[in-house]
Structure formats: structure tokens, C-alpha cells
């Protein structure tokens, strides 16, 4: 299995002021299913997400990706574990979730 870092972009605020590029970890499990790791909220209430075997929407909405591992069904778990552990930086508005796809990777 493929453990890729995904850049999309959520949608816009407005016509022509799009959000953020938003940034996470996915790892396809099937034809178009997947499991994916990501933060949701803003700098005071950051939480994790993890969405596991469902079906990889919005990819139209997706930059791109580039694959940063492989993982073994067998040690599946285990990165899903450290990702859930990953540090979670709140109330610094410079820190975003790419930061923490980014540390995650490297714990």
C-alpha cells in the first residue's frame, strides 16, 4: 500500500478567494477506497481526522500527490496509531495542517 501526501484545495470562501490549500495523508486500501489522516478546524480547536475505507472524495479538487512510503497491511495499524498521536499545535495561526502532516510523517 501507498502512504501518499495529498494537496487539495477546499472550495472557496467567495467567488475567486479560494480557501487555503488544505493537506493529508491517504493510503488507497481499494479502487477508489481509502483510508486518509488529516486535522480539521482552525488554530484554537485543531482535532484529528482519520476516515478509514472510504471512498476517496473530491479528487477532482486534489493539486496532487506524492507518495512518501509504502506500509504493509500488517503495519497498518501502527502507522495509524502514531498518526493519532501526532502532535497538534493550537493558538499559532503560522501553523497549519501541513505542518502537521509534515511531523507526523517524521514521528
Given at each position: 500500500l501507498y502512504a501518499e501526501v495529498v494537496q487539495l484545495r477546499p472550495g472557496e470562501e467567495?467567488?475567486?478567494r479560494p480557501y487555503p490549500l488544505h493537506w493529508a495523508t491517504c493510503v488507497e486500501t481499494g479502487p477508489g477506497i481509502g483510508n486518509?489522516?488529516?486535522?480539521?478546524?482552525n488554530s484554537d480547536n485543531y482535532a484529528i481526522d482519520?476516515?478509514?475505507d472510504q471512498p476517496l472524495e473530491n479528487r477532482k479538487d486534489w493539486r496532487g500527490s506524492f507518495i512518501v512510503g509504502t506500509v504493509t497491511w500488517a503495519e497498518l495499524g501502527e502507522?495509524?496509531?502514531?498518526?493519532?498521536?501526532a502532535d497538534i499545535v493550537r493558538n499559532i495561526p503560522s501553523w497549519h495542517n501541513d505542518d502537521w502532516v509534515m511531523s507526523a510523517l517524521i514521528s
Open positions: 467567495e467567488p475567486r486518509t489522516y488529516q486535522i480539521t478546524g482519520i476516515r478509514l502507522m495509524e496509531r502514531m498518526l493519532a498521536i
